[in-house]
């Protein structure tokens, strides 16, 4: 909110979020991040102070191209142009036949035996383990194994 302070937004941040990976315990410092560009974030501490540190784990690995890249900033917004998102099942848009083909053609394969020829696109990492399982159950039941259906898990 555009003339906000920034106790106020610690405030409500303390008041509605829980944080990933962080006690709920209002004693631990909370950063606000004022900018991100490359490596680099720029934060402001609840005491006002400013610091500017190296992202080294890449905002949790998905942003390992850096903030603001400037060509994928610019895939991104050629993207927006059309649309943001739509729903997948039962339907298609030219970026993810492009995509799907793309890599179905740099995937390897094994001499004398075919290639990846479909490509399953999940947009998080639950979601590709949970179609992972799905697909390896349909394939051994279409294998002529439909009692194969146990996982193998470590805890």
Do not use: C
């Not at 603001?68 to 729903?87: C, G, K």
Request: net charge negative; aromatic share 8%; hydrophobic share 45%.
């Amino acid at each position: 909110m555009s003339g906000e302070t920034q106790p106020d937004l610690i405030q409500r941040d303390r008041a509605r979020l829980w944080h990933p990976y962080a006690p709920a315990s209002p004693d631990l410092p909370l950063w606000e991040v004022e900018a991100a560009d490359g490596v680099r974030l720029r934060l402001r501490g609840e005491d006002g102070a400013r610091h500017e540190v190296v992202d080294a784990m890449s905002s949790w690995w998905s942003v390992i191209h850096g903030y603001r890249n400037p060509v994928l900033d610019a895939a991104a917004h050629r993207q927006l142009e059309s649309f943001s998102h739509v729903m997948f099942g039962g339907l298609t848009h030219a970026p993810a036949v492009e995509l799907a083909e793309r890599l179905v053609d740099m995937a390897p394969s094994a001499p004398g035996q075919p290639g990846l020829e479909r490509v399953f696109l999940a947009d998080s990492g639950s979601v590709a383990v949970e179609v992972s399982m799905k697909l390896a159950v349909q394939f051994q039941t279409a294998s002529g194994h439909p009692l194969r259906q146990r996982f193998l898990s470590i805890r």
